[in-house]
Structures are given as structure tokens and as C-alpha cells.
């Protein structure tokens, strides 16, 4: 088992920073591709930006693209998202995801209801 942790959100104006943390407990971390998603409200959850085990291969969705940045410290057994320029678009509640599989498989729309763990979430409000 491995448990999940997020941590950081808030409440922000549009144009600020907000940085995520996900602490992960239980088995090695670093066998596990690291993930961050987000929910909307009535919508569905979507990918946001991934890692792999090795933090040698990241992804990000074309939305957040050159304003977030992934990344993990193996030692802290923790990933962050480090969230510039929001815009109230990214207004959700965003998840941790830890899977087995690869960081690029990570981001297809169908790993979502296959993902190894997730963890509980935390609000990202932002404020036009």
C-alpha cells in the first residue's frame, strides 16, 4: 500500500504562485511514476503533469505548459507541482497519483480508473 499525502492549496489571485507538495508513505517510492491531476467542478478529472520513477521523463498538459512544474525528491519520498501564472481556469481540486506503470502512460485518459494509488486531494482556488 502506498498513501498518499497533497498539500498547498488555497486561495490565489490570478497571475500568482501557488507550489503543491504530496508526501508519500508505505512502500518504495521510487518504484512508482509520479502524477498530478485535477477535477474541476462538473467536470472530469484530467492529467496535469507526470514523472517518472527517476525524475528523467516529465509530461505536461498543453493548459499548463510553461507555467507548472513537476518535480520529486526520491530522498523526501515526495512530488511536487510548482503552479505560476494561474489563471481561474485552474480553479479544481488537485490529486497525487502514484502508478507502476510508465510516466507517458500516465497521461492517457483510460490509466485514470486503473491508477495504482491516489491520494484525497487539495483545493486550488483561483480568484479573478
Known amino acids: 500500500q502506498v498513501q498518499l499525502v497533497e498539500s498547498g492549496g488555497g486561495l490565489v489571485q490570478a497571475g500568482g504562485s501557488l507550489r503543491l507538495s504530496c508526501a508519500a508513505s508505505g512502500r518504495t517510492f521510487s518504484n512508482y511514476a509520479m502524477g498530478w491531476f485535477r477535477q474541476a467542478p462538473g467536470k472530469e478529472r484530467e492529467f496535469v503533469a507526470v514523472?517518472?520513477?527517476?525524475?528523467?521523463?516529465?509530461y505536461y498538459a498543453d493548459s499548463v505548459q510553461g507555467r507548472f512544474t513537476i518535480s520529486r525528491d526520491n530522498a523526501k519520498n515526495t512530488v511536487y507541482l510548482q503552479m505560476n501564472s494561474l489563471k481561474p481556469e485552474d480553479t479544481a481540486v488537485y490529486y497525487c497519483?502514484?502508478?507502476?506503470?510508465?510516466?507517458?502512460?500516465?497521461?492517457?485518459?483510460?490509466?485514470?480508473?486503473?491508477?495504482?494509488?491516489w491520494g484525497k486531494g487539495t483545493l486550488v482556488t483561483v480568484s479573478s
Open positions: 514523472i517518472s520513477r527517476l525524475g528523467r521523463s516529465i
Open positions: 497519483a502514484a502508478d507502476q506503470s510508465t510516466a507517458q502512460a500516465m497521461t492517457a485518459p483510460s490509466r485514470l480508473s486503473g491508477m495504482d494509488y
